[in-house]
């Protein structure tokens, strides 16, 4: 009987690993086919399947694009537009939960967007395994050119974790029947010979006689008996106390076996998911993807903010090198794109003024990159152009999901300055409003003081900040003209542009901020009748050499300074600083 359940058990055993074994993955695909949309959207909740990785598979017809973004920022580009979610799996039917969502018919091409930390083409098909680059919810993002329909035959596959899990017992169960099985076979042969030749035999008190049967001995190979009778237990007595053990082991045994025989046939390949019959034992529930808005995270990885400063780089070099301002418009905007737009006019025109300093793409030396995930969006990086004597501080703004970062500030910093050490990726940058609290000042409370400042050497505000070459020297410029013009009347006057100003909040509670001034300077004769004489420069962009009147110059002034945090005793320094003409004027 045991050797029977023992083979029983390990052809079970061994069958429930080989030919009755379940397959080793599961897939699920969407049940029914979805509208056209110009967007398929994977989310996140596909992986909560399974715990580990995913295997995601997408087929389309001709090519089609595959975006990896956060999902909050794929939900905030998808916007209205037309679309199709696979929002999860719902393992036990291995469908894909799906959705169509009505909206605008087309989107722009997504493959160039600075929102997604990973994109490619794929032709026909994409075998993608689900990771994710970094903490926090991501989405995959898949359309063909934005007009065409998107792919929705997406099918997702997973290791399949129901598995035998009383296969390896049945194979080790069976065999140790199996072992005992022959073992008590050949104990109950051994047993048989020794009753029918020995049962009730004694050996004489003398020596063996010569006359004595041999089959009065123990069995041919045994070893000899040296113990006298009165010393060994009958024969019978022995029988039972080994035929008690032995039947307690091969039931126990036998009922163990029996139970895994009756349960193992009666699993199917998708066990896990199928309730017991009782109903007791229901699947677990995929897990919930997490609440986006809880998420505290950088808007930027690394890898897109090195890609977003090559792109702008190069754009830049291409647009210097031509000195042409729409080769620039796709990258810069702003007073970064003014600024150099009004420079390349100049020099066509003649005019002798320095060209823009060269923007580079690293190395990044700082980079202020914020968790405020709303748009605009704002980074502040300081990198080093190959070239430059001094590193610059780059402002990029992204003013909306399916727009690109574009440079709107580059500022070359002062001689002794700092720029706080910060790391792209710490969750405490944040984007500051222009009234911000918590700081020795608000930014916009300290851009207005530091343009009165320049303006006047004793000006009330002057001890809010520290002292610096850029402050001295517009002192000493403004003093110098003042001076060698003694029959003119000049003055000075800035206005900050609030509208481009723009603080970000820094690990240690401060601020760092960027603005820009239209700085002017007046000059008008002292007596009626006298001559305000421009330089050759001005008259160029004048368009005259003299005036009765008034001329006035005017200067764009970009600024970055730094604001301490509400008690610190510290003073507001100036980090960066630039002056370019922009245009001359005189009076009629």
Same mark, same amino acid.
């Given at each position: 009987?045991?050797?029977?359940?023992?083979?029983?058990?390990?052809?079970?055993?061994?069958?429930?690993?080989?030919?009755?074994?379940?397959?080793?993955?599961?897939?699920?695909?969407?049940?029914?086919?979805?509208?056209?949309?110009?967007?398929?959207?994977?989310?996140?909740?596909?992986?909560?399947?399974?715990?580990?990785?995913?295997?995601?598979?997408?087929?389309?017809?001709?090519?089609?694009?595959?975006?990896?973004?956060?999902?909050?920022?794929?939900?905030?580009?998808?916007?209205?537009?037309?679309?199709?979610?696979?929002?999860?799996?719902?393992?036990?039917?291995?469908?894909?939960?799906?959705?169509?969502?009505?909206?605008?018919?087309?989107?722009?091409?997504?493959?160039?967007?600075?929102?997604?930390?990973?994109?490619?083409?794929?032709?026909?098909?994409?075998?993608?395994?689900?990771?994710?680059?970094?903490?926090?919810?991501?989405?995959?993002?898949?359309?063909?050119?934005?007009?065409?329909?998107?792919?929705?035959?997406?099918?997702?596959?997973?290791?399949?974790?129901?598995?035998?899990?009383?296969?390896?017992?049945?194979?080790?169960?069976?065999?140790?029947?199996?072992?005992?099985?022959?073992?008590?076979?050949?104990?109950?042969?051994?047993?048989?010979?020794?009753?029918?030749?020995?049962?009730?035999?004694?050996?004489?008190?003398?020596?063996?006689?010569?006359?004595?049967?041999?089959?009065?001995?123990?069995?041919?190979?045994?070893?000899?008996?040296?113990?006298?009778?009165?010393?060994?237990?009958?024969?019978?007595?022995?029988?039972?106390?080994?035929?008690?053990?032995?039947?307690?082991?091969?039931? @126990?045994?036998? /009922?163990?076996?029996? &139970? !895994?025989?009756?349960?193992? *046939?009666? $699993?199917? =390949?998708?066990?896990? #998911?199928?309730?017991?019959?009782?109903?007791?034992?229901?699947?677990?529930?995929?897990?919930?993807?997490?609440?986006?808005?809880?998420?505290?995270?950088?808007?930027?990885?690394?890898?897109?903010?090195?890609?977003?400063?090559?792109?702008?780089?190069?754009?830049?070099?291409?647009?210097?090198?031509?000195?042409?301002?729409?080769?620039?418009?796709?990258?810069?905007?702003?007073?970064?794109?003014?600024?150099?737009?009004?420079?390349?006019?100049?020099?066509?025109? @003649?005019?002798? /003024?320095?060209?823009? &300093? !060269?923007?580079?793409?690293? *190395?990044? $030396?700082? =980079?202020?990159?914020? #968790?405020?995930?709303?748009?605009?969006?704002?980074?502040?990086?300081?990198?080093?152009?190959?070239?430059?004597?001094?590193?610059?501080?780059?402002?990029?703004?992204?003013?909306?999901?399916?727009?690109?970062?574009?440079?709107?500030?580059?500022?070359?910093?002062?001689?002794?300055?700092?720029?706080?050490?910060?790391?792209?990726?710490?969750?405490?940058?944040?984007?500051?409003?222009?009234?911000?609290?918590?700081?020795?000042?608000?930014?916009?409370?300290?851009?207005?003081?530091?343009?009165?400042?320049?303006?006047?050497?004793?000006?009330?505000?002057?001890?809010?900040?520290?002292?610096?070459?850029?402050?001295?020297?517009?002192?000493?410029?403004?003093?110098?003209?003042?001076?060698?013009?003694?029959?003119?009347?000049?003055?000075?006057?800035?206005?900050?542009?609030?509208?481009?100003?723009?603080?970000?909040?820094?690990?240690?509670?401060?601020?760092?901020?960027?603005?820009?001034?239209?700085?002017?300077?007046?000059?008008?004769?002292?007596?009626?009748?006298?001559?305000?004489?421009?330089?050759?420069?001005?008259?160029?962009?004048?368009?005259?050499?003299?005036?009765?009147?008034?001329?006035?110059?005017?200067?764009?002034?970009?600024?970055?300074?730094?604001?301490?945090?509400?008690?610190?005793?510290?003073?507001?320094?100036?980090?960066?600083?630039?002056?370019?003409?922009?245009?001359?004027?005189?009076?009629?």
């Amino acid at each position: 009987m045991a050797i029977l359940l023992g083979a029983a058990a390990l052809v079970t055993g061994i069958g429930q690993q080989t030919f009755w074994a379940p397959p080793t993955t599961l897939t699920a695909t969407v049940p029914a086919p979805l509208e056209d949309a110009p967007v398929t959207v994977i989310e996140p909740g596909i992986s909560a399947v399974h715990g580990d990785p995913v295997e995601v598979t997408v087929r389309g017809d001709g090519e089609f694009v595959a975006a990896l973004g956060r999902s909050a920022d794929v939900d905030a580009w998808v916007g209205d537009a037309a679309h199709n979610t696979v929002s999860s799996v719902d393992a036990e039917n291995q469908v894909l939960v799906a959705e169509h969502t009505d909206g605008e018919a087309t989107v722009p091409d997504p493959g160039s967007s600075d929102l997604w930390v990973a994109t490619e083409t794929f032709e026909g098909q994409l075998e993608h395994q689900w990771t994710e680059p970094a903490d926090g919810e991501w989405s995959l993002l898949l359309a063909a050119d934005g007009t065409e329909a998107a792919p929705t035959d997406i099918t997702v596959t997973w290791p399949n974790d129901a598995g035998t899990p009383f296969a390896v017992p049945l194979v080790i169960g069976g065999s140790l029947l199996l072992a005992l099985g022959l073992v008590l076979a050949a104990l109950a042969a051994r047993g048989g010979r020794g009753s029918g030749h020995g049962h009730g035999t004694s050996a004489p008190d003398g020596p063996e006689s010569a006359a004595a049967p041999k089959a009065a001995g123990p069995p041919e190979g045994a070893a000899p008996q040296e113990a006298p009778a009165s010393a060994t237990a009958p024969h019978g007595r022995r029988g039972e106390a080994g035929g008690a053990s032995g039947a307690t082991v091969l039931r @126990g045994t036998a /009922v163990a076996v029996a &139970a !895994a025989l009756i349960l193992s *046939p009666a $699993l199917p =390949a998708s066990a896990s #998911t199928e309730p017991s019959p009782s109903g007791s034992a229901e699947p677990a529930p995929a897990a919930e993807p997490g609440d986006r808005s809880s998420d505290v995270h950088a808007v930027l990885l690394d890898v897109q903010l090195e890609g977003i400063l090559d792109s702008i780089a190069e754009t830049v070099a291409e647009g210097d090198a031509a000195k042409d301002a729409k080769k620039l418009q796709s990258r810069v905007g702003g007073r970064a794109l003014e600024l150099r737009e009004t420079n390349y006019s100049q020099r066509a025109d @003649g005019i002798k /003024v320095p060209a823009p &300093a !060269a923007v580079g793409a690293g *190395p990044v $030396l700082s =980079a202020a990159v914020t #968790t405020t995930t709303e748009w605009p969006r704002t980074v502040m990086v300081v990198t080093k152009a190959e070239k430059a004597t001094v590193p610059q501080v780059l402002v990029l703004k992204q003013q909306s999901p399916r727009s690109n970062y574009k440079l709107v500030s580059s500022v070359s910093m002062l001689p002794g300055s700092e720029f706080p050490g910060i790391a792209v990726g710490d969750p405490s940058v944040t984007t500051a409003t222009p009234h911000a609290k918590g700081l020795v000042t608000s930014p916009a409370s300290a851009a207005a003081r530091l343009g009165e400042v320049l303006t006047k050497p004793d000006s009330d505000h002057s001890d809010l900040f520290a002292e610096s070459v850029f402050i001295k020297a517009t002192h000493e410029g403004q003093s110098e003209v003042q001076k060698s013009n003694k029959d003119a009347n000049i003055w000075y006057s800035r206005r900050v542009d609030d509208k481009r100003t723009t603080a970000l909040r820094t690990p240690d509670g401060g601020a760092i901020v960027s603005a820009y001034y239209v700085s002017t300077m007046s000059a008008e004769p002292k007596q009626k009748g006298g001559t305000v004489r421009l330089d050759s420069v001005s008259a160029k962009l004048a368009g005259a050499a003299t005036t009765k009147k008034q001329a006035s110059l005017s200067y764009g002034e970009s600024v970055v300074f730094y604001i301490p945090a509400a008690g610190s005793k510290d003073k507001i320094r100036l980090v960066a600083g630039d002056v370019a003409l922009l245009s001359a004027q005189v009076a009629d």
